[in-house]
């Protein structure tokens, strides 16, 4: 089995994922097996020609509440001061390096190493969610 994490790009609504294979539902438009193969640049395409564009804090929060409606096993941090401002942080990083990149994480510049720095990330893979039950700044937290 080929081990190296590509880029999928869901039919249904351009939803992109890097990883060694695709979700089975789409975590953006629940499309199920709808994600094909598509190359970095295709991938990068996609996502730089993102026309609805989060631009503030509070539609980067609204839609953290939007997608936790549907992961019924994680929550926000409840201290709603700090979400508020990991959320500007996002939007900070968004319009200063081009992506919504973890505000408690470094880049390194390079796109494609970077892509799994972007808020959410996959939490479930690190350690501070399998110890804590917290995503690596605490903004996601189990319930």
């Known amino acids: ?5 590509r880029f999928w790009r869901c039919n249904v609504c351009n939803d992109i994922h890097f990883g060694f294979k695709p979700p ?3 975590p953006t438009c629940g499309a199920v097996n709808a994600f094909v193969r598509c190359d970095a640049n295709e991938a990068m395409r996609i ?6 564009a989060i631009a503030s804090a509070d539609e980067l929060m609204a839609a953290w509440n939007e997608w936790l409606t549907r992961n019924d096993k994680i929550k926000l941090w409840e201290d709603a001061e ?5 959320a500007v942080g996002e939007i900070e990083n968004d319009k200063n390096k081009g992506l919504k990149y973890c505000p408690c994480r470094a880049t390194t510049g390079v796109r494609e190493k970077d892509l799994k720095l972007i808020c959410p ?3 479930y893979a690190q350690q501070t969610w399998k110890e804590y039950g917290e995503c690596w700044c ?6």
């Open 1 to 5: 089995m080929d081990m190296k994490k």
């Open 24 to 26: 089975k539902t789409c």
């Open 47 to 52: 996502m730089e020609e993102d026309t609805s």
């Open 82 to 86: 700090s979400v508020q401002l990991l």
């Open 121 to 123: 990330c996959n939490f």
């Open 138 to 143: 605490g903004l996601f937290v189990k319930r």
